[in-house]
């Protein structure tokens, strides 16, 4: 059977030629006799394999030099509770509040000291990024706390708040390396990979080094100290070996097909055909406001939950999946990551037309 | 190329038909037009691999209803932390130390409370497993907490102790289903899966519900709360998709070979063709006593560091990988995991009795 358009969320569609890769090398790794799956992360082949995909990522965002780069394991979920672990010093955050996802992480961070919601898009029903400009921040908090996109709501900074010296720590989970990055804006960066770089279970991190250099407040386990694993290059305990291959195999495919700049325009391109469409259509309503936009996850409704649901029932005879709603959310989404095909996303409007043409 | 023999002691040799099913699906899993890596765990069809995979360890093992099985990430290592965080009640565990992994424990746990080490095999350079008729439990303690195959030293508890009500939590990483395992005398048991089960990044544990049901002495961030993710079936956050995927077809597998009464037989036999041979040479020493070895990692030395050297070197033209100890001790190991072949471990001992018969 042939694959098919996947318009998941997370963990979302991949290359095809990396899938191919991975296949083709299954049971003999370049001529190994091994699998990457059953590699000693101690061996000479193994380490050749996260240090090109270290050394492929920071080529293609351009990471400076003073700061790690870290393969962790826990999602952005661990995240919420290691960033303040680590690097709430002094015991109080700002934090902008964009929903679900930034609503998590105050409740982990608030078990170890303060937590300042700066702005929030909570009273519009985060339909609206914050205006990033009007925000005051403490210049005596430990750092300042985003999600630079939603995936639930479908919304997307466009501009980053401008910090001072305080540290700007981003969850980049939907929209890491679908746009270039320029990370001197941040202390730390972080993403789960299962978006647009590879499969669930990989969390790549990208700190600065004297926001590394901070004392925790306590002594922390080994698994949560992020120091530990940049002092042993991601390798403190055995990291999840196969998914930072098949990472490495997306960086490598991001860098033939031009890069991250390249990447943003076939990303914006996708995303205005559906967004025109939503734009001009009195059938289908897009939920975020235009300025707030995501590339990545374009959130819409029909009419009614009932069309929603037959929207989604016919959906099926095109093979396309995952079109339903955040359950916290209900309503229609369609994520369009970096693998997603541009004739997937005209297939899809070609079929919202068909249906607000029978339903108008 | 061909398959070689991968002696590592983790991540370590996987069945090759495990491997070829991984290669063929990869593209597709199942006519579902998506590689199971790409599937959003949230579908009908992941829901169908995760539940399955549950329900064939369970079988695999007879694990008693009053248990939950949850996928986890972070490895043992996250476990160290965990544990403590989660069923450190009163304050003070008992700990039988068997070398690295425990001294670990150790020291995450000594951050929570009191680790009273009951027993400890240190002053013999860990070459023996305490005797755990002799130990005195404190009855008071909130656990009593073992690692029961030692990787590094390459020993194993030939019994358990008996903890009365003290719930016995077991690090069972390097044996697990290598063996039957009788889940009723442990209050919890985890595994990291990169040596008997699939790939690096997926932990296994299996919890009583009554220690579950444990409060917390103080709030826990939510990753690190083990009843959020068991209230949630390993969904509390996206789980290692492809990873559980792998353990899956490995419990498919265990279980068309015979089950872990047949398996046992099969690592005795393997390891049984080692011992014998290194109980009878003139030239390589085992290094851990008779009593306490381990069937997953035999580890031996030959008369000096100069000829392990040589003897590594010579293993390469027999394309024989990862036979060295493990950095902290020197010396030589071979891991006989579920997925070596007994035709391995017979080509080994080949080319030690060459080995010897060359250098004695």
Redesign the interface.
Same mark, same amino acid.
């Given at each position: 059977?042939?694959?098919?358009y996947?318009f =998941?969320?997370?963990?979302? &569609?991949?290359p095809?030629e990396v899938?191919?890769t991975?296949?083709?090398e299954?049971?003999?790794y370049h001529? =190994?006799?091994?699998?990457v &799956?059953?590699?000693?992360?101690?061996?000479r082949v193994y380490q050749g394999i996260i240090d090109e995909a270290e050394a492929d990522l920071r080529k293609l965002i351009g990471i400076p030099e003073n700061y790690k780069v870290l393969f962790m394991?826990?999602?952005?979920?661990?995240g919420?509770?290691m960033i303040p672990?680590n690097f709430m010093v002094k015991g109080k955050i700002d934090l902008i509040n964009t929903g679900v996802w930034t609503k998590?992480a105050i409740?982990?961070a608030k078990?170890f000291g303060e937590v300042n919601v700066v702005a929030s898009g909570e009273e519009n029903g985060f339909k609206k990024i914050p205006d990033v400009k009007s925000i005051k921040f403490d210049p005596e908090a430990d750092y300042v706390y985003m999600c630079d996109n939603n995936t639930i709501y479908g919304s997307k900074f466009k501009e980053y708040p401008e910090t001072g010296n305080v540290p700007l720590i981003c969850d980049m989970s939907s929209c890491f390396l679908s746009e270039p990055i320029d990370v001197k804006k941040f202390g730390m960066i972080y993403a789960?990979a299962?978006k647009n770089v590879?499969?669930?279970?990989?969390t790549i991190c990208i700190i600065r080094d004297d926001l590394l250099a901070r004392t925790p407040r306590?002594?922390?386990?080994?698994?949560?100290d992020y120091r530990l694993h940049a002092e042993n290059g991601s390798m403190?305990?055995?990291?999840?070996?196969?998914?930072i291959y098949?990472c490495g195999l997306v960086f490598k495919w991001l860098l033939k097909e031009g890069g991250l700049a390249a990447r943003k325009a076939n990303n914006e391109k996708k995303a205005k055909i559906l967004y025109d469409y939503l734009d001009s259509s009195k059938f289908f309503k897009p939920y975020v406001d235009k300025d707030s936009r995501s590339l990545m996850n374009v959130t819409f409704r029909t009419p009614s939950d009932e069309l929603d649901a037959e929207f989604l029932e016919g959906a099926k005879k095109y093979?396309f999946?995952?079109l339903k709603g955040h359950?916290s959310t209900g309503g229609l989404r369609a994520s369009l990551y970096n693998a997603m095909p541009i004739a997937g996303v005209e297939a899809l409007v070609k079929y919202m037309k068909e249906f607000e043409e029978a339903h108008k």
């Open positions: 059977m042939s694959r098919i996947n =998941s969320a997370g963990p979302a &569609m991949l095809e899938l191919k991975a296949a083709a299954m049971l003999d001529d =190994s006799g091994m699998s &799956m059953e590699m000693s992360h101690r061996s394991q826990g999602g952005a979920t661990l919420f509770a672990m998590k409740k982990d078990i789960g299962q590879g499969p669930a279970g990989v306590q002594p922390l386990p080994a698994y949560l403190y305990n055995t990291p999840p070996t196969y998914g098949i093979r999946t995952n359950r």
